[in-house]
């Protein structure tokens, strides 16, 4: 019976148009990030800290978040920058913090699994919003500059 009623369910226009609408504006959404992200890879050129993520040739990113790397000469920071910066009111969050590499369970692996442990540490989602300008980006790169700076100093 149930597969019958989806197999019978046609939506109507208004949900239609809703639809239309709103892939429309998504379209145009993601359009506007990728041209934010075009500034975002100019800052990354100019950082000593960060490293550009690898996007596939065939690949269009959508830019849903904007993942980077830590330098490995900070990325040990990764916990207090992240802290250091929500005080600022910029939000950034590793992109897999409680990796299973990085637990103590599997201490004996990490040896063998430098790169993963290092990246598990080490990667961080930085916000990216349709509505940002080159000024904004400009400003979230000398903050999150700032903040290493300011980190590496204390150490």
């Known amino acids: 019976i149930e597969?019958?009623?989806?197999?019978?369910?046609?939506?109507?226009?208004?949900?239609?148009?809703?639809?239309?609408?709103?892939?429309?504006?998504?379209?145009?959404?993601?359009?506007?990030?990728?041209?934010?992200?075009?500034?975002?890879?100019?800052?990354?050129?100019?950082?000593?800290?960060?490293?550009?993520?690898?996007?596939?040739?065939?690949?269009?990113?959508?830019?849903?978040n904007f993942a980077v790397r830590l330098h490995p000469k900070v990325s040990h920071i990764t916990s207090k920058l992240i802290m250091l910066l929500r005080k600022e009111n910029i939000f950034i969050a590793n992109l897999w913090p409680d990796a299973p590499i990085t637990s103590l369970r599997y201490k004996s692996f990490q040896k063998e699994c430098p790169s993963a442990l290092w990246l598990a540490k080490s990667v961080i989602n930085l916000p990216i919003y349709s509505k940002f300008k080159e000024s904004d980006v400009v400003y979230l790169f000398n903050k999150i500059n700032w903040a290493i700076d300011t980190l590496k100093n204390e150490n």
Do not use: C, G
């Open 3 to 64: 597969k019958q009623l989806l197999n019978s369910y046609k939506p109507n226009q208004i949900v239609i148009n809703l639809f239309y609408n709103s892939l429309s504006s998504l379209k145009k959404e993601i359009d506007l990030k990728r041209q934010i992200a075009a500034f975002y890879y100019q800052e990354l050129k100019k950082s000593k800290y960060l490293i550009s993520q690898q996007v596939e040739i065939n690949s269009k990113s959508s830019f849903y």
